[in-house]
């Protein structure tokens, strides 16, 4: 689902690029480490400051990115054109159907998008699924606690049905093979769940 105007301007201020380089990116780094010449997707890119942020903070070697407003892509490309063309792709995408192969990422990152998906638990199974075995998932993600909020009801325009507590979406990871153990944690009363999941290896390994 495509953010609504009042959404889109509030992604898209110094304020939030501010957090999110500063605080969000910290706290995941914390709790994963850092992709250190890794290939790496990013689900939902906005307008290109978390594919930034996988480069430059965590050291992203290759960045595949999309995201399902084709406005935003552009504003990423243009942000990202110094990047070469066999280190970044950019396209339009949908994270609940992901274009790419199964195992071709080391780690996948989401700063807030699977909450705007519809069919969210099909979103996490596409992660899982083009994660290689060992690779992280690197999430932050706004709980059904925070989308019930008047403010969030009245301003903003999610999804309404099956949205999930922070419990719920560690359950669904762990039912797709993404574990993540204790590194995942609550912030603002409940209303954000940021963690770092790792792909089961296969039994017989």
Not at 21 to 36: C, F, I, T
């Amino acid at each position: 689902m495509k953010l609504n105007r009042i959404e889109k301007a509030l992604m898209n201020n110094p304020v939030r690029a501010f957090l999110q380089r500063h605080y969000e990116a910290g706290l995941l780094q914390r709790l994963g480490g850092r992709a250190e010449q890794e290939r790496v997707l990013e689900i939902g890119c906005g307008r290109g400051v978390g594919t930034e942020i996988i480069f430059k903070r965590f050291g992203a070697h290759e960045v595949h990115a999309f995201d399902i407003d084709p406005d935003m892509v552009d504003q990423a490309r243009r942000r990202l054109s110094n990047y070469p063309a066999d280190r970044l792709k950019l396209c339009v995408g949908d994270a609940a159907a992901i274009d790419e192969d199964d195992e071709s990422f080391d780690a996948v990152f989401d700063f807030g998008i699977i909450h705007h998906v519809p069919e969210w638990k099909r979103a996490v199974s596409e992660v899982a699924r083009v994660l290689r075995p060992g690779g992280r998932f690197f999430f932050e993600e706004v709980t059904s606690h925070a989308l019930d909020r008047w403010s969030y009801r009245r301003f903003l325009e999610h999804p309404t049905k099956d949205r999930f507590t922070r419990e719920e979406f560690v359950a669904e990871l762990e039912r797709q093979g993404v574990v993540s153990g204790r590194n995942v944690v609550e912030r603002f009363f409940g209303d954000f769940v940021f963690g770092v999941g790792h792909k089961a290896q296969p039994r017989n390994h």
